[in-house]
């Protein structure tokens, strides 16, 4: 399979903003900034109150991270890296499912100041391996603690790959959730910046190309965004093995499903339909889907991320681009197969609320069910300590930063258990009266993943 390759730029920002959102330059961006913190605050307090204040509080501590450990690379040279690195120590949370993750042993000091655009984990510097996962792109700060990810040469070809990724304690959670095995069709719906992806790649393709064999394990990773795309294709490149890569115009319309990681960039309110979509994806279904779905991101905003910006009108118009994606996700869902939907807003309006939408449907929620956020592959003893603090909500769980070391972070897990509607009109609509129909008005993405 030939290996991908960067495109060039065009298209419109994945998990971008509009440019009325940036609200102009100077005096304007920080007017616009303090009306939202204004309109943030009061909308939370009501929401969360009194613990709005603690809670906000710890928003603006500096971001514990994580490591995923890179299992298409050496172990004992990868975990060499941690030793002595801080005067935290690191510890080692292998899961069953193959995916291992370097944990400081004790928590971070909490520092009340972080800011000037922080992001949801380390940038992605010039030196790779540290990259951030999260809604914004804004560039932060690397973890000092962190060691810096190096390239190691695969013991079985010439090709070096990074040691590992750094990204929010909570963000494997979902990938863990999703629970992909090796033979299953799976769809990141918006994978930029790759935290997530490289996460269930370890899953799904076992920790190297010939354990995985020719059992037709497919990983599609999907972003609208030009910029965002060309980065979750520097990640995938930088960490899985080159014999894993391919371009979607590879994929075969029928017949057998290749053992493959691809990147696609296709509207994620839109996957598989109109013009402009793939001919095989109009047929394609998964066994397993992640939406880490934009979101309003409020940790990025009381950061200052420069083009972040919170208002009621904005949650709003979230809320409808999630539905949409949430909806279309749900249509490419094998029966018997699982879909994780996740964002790291606290608004319930972007989180319960969106589900709860598409379970009432008639038609997109028929056949669909929550079932338990925690149970399966989260009960694992092992990776205990990144969940504590997470709550159960009436349909997902969250885990926020007052009472966790990482976050936050919102999940529901939904199962097919029979075919369900299409849900669309001939023109391939929606018709559930949100009023969005995967318009350009805020393109999909990531972490955003986050």
């Known amino acids: 399979m030939r290996r991908m390759v960067p495109r060039g730029r065009g298209g419109r920002g994945g998990r971008g903003r509009s440019t009325a959102d940036r609200g102009g330059s100077g005096g304007g961006k920080a007017s616009s900034r303090a009306a939202g913190l204004v309109q943030l605050d009061r909308h939370f307090a009501a929401a969360y109150g009194v613990r709005w204040a ?13 490591a995923w450990r890179n299992p298409y690379v050496g172990r004992a040279e990868a975990l060499a890296l941690f030793e002595g690195a801080s005067a935290q120590g690191w510890s080692e949370l292998s899961h069953s499912s193959g995916c291992s993750l370097l944990v400081r042993a004790r928590a971070s000091e909490v520092e009340s100041g972080g800011g000037g655009g922080e992001a949801e984990a380390c940038p992605s510097p010039p030196a790779a391996g540290v990259a951030e996962e999260g809604e914004a792109d804004s560039d932060a700060v690397a973890d000092p603690s ?35 095995r090796r033979g299953h069709r799976v769809l990141d719906l918006c994978a930029a910046p790759g935290g997530k992806s490289l996460c269930l790649a370890g899953q799904l393709f076992g920790g190297g190309l010939e354990a995985a064999g020719g059992e037709g394990s497919l990983l599609i990773s999907n972003d609208r965004s030009a910029p965002r795309r060309a980065r979750l294709r520097r990640v995938l490149e930088e960490f899985l093995p080159a014999e894993l890569l391919c371009e979607a115009s590879e994929l075969p319309m029928r017949g057998a499903t290749p053992t ?18 793939p001919s095989w994806s109009a047929t394609a279904s998964f066994h397993r889907i992640l939406i880490d779905a934009p979101c309003s991101s409020e940790r990025h905003f009381l950061h200052g991320a420069p083009d972040a910006i919170w208002s009621r009108a904005r949650l709003k118009r979230d809320a409808a681009l999630q539905s949409a994606i949430l909806r279309n996700g749900a249509r490419l869902l094998a029966v018997g197969g699982r879909l994780v939907y996740s964002t790291c807003s606290l608004a319930d309006e972007e989180n319960d609320a969106v589900v709860a939408k ?20 989260l009960l694992e003893e092992s990776i205990a300590p990144l969940l504590a603090g997470v709550k159960r909500t009436s349909l997902g769980a969250i885990m926020l930063p007052d009472t966790s070391r990482f976050g936050p972070l919102y999940w529901a897990v939904l199962e097919r258990t029979a075919a369900g509607g299409a849900g669309e ?26």
Do not use: N
């Open 54 to 66: 603690r809670l906000r509080f710890a928003l603006l501590r500096k971001v514990e991270h994580v």
């Open 146 to 180: 962190m060691p810096q990810a190096v390239a190691i040469r695969r013991a079985s070809t010439q090709q070096s790959l990074q040691s590992h990724y750094a990204l929010d304690g909570a963000s494997p959670l979902p990938a863990l959730a999703l629970a992909p």
């Open 260 to 277: 493959a990681a691809v990147v696609t960039g296709i509207d994620a309110a839109q996957w598989g339909r109109g013009p402009a979509a």
């Open 358 to 377: 598409l379970l009432k449907h008639k038609r997109h929620g028929a056949g669909l069910a929550a079932v338990d956020p925690l149970g399966g592959e």
């Open 425 to 450: 009109g001939s023109d391939g609509s929606s018709d559930d009266g949100s009023g969005h129909g995967g318009d350009d008005s805020d393109a999909t993405g990531e972490d955003g993943s986050r």
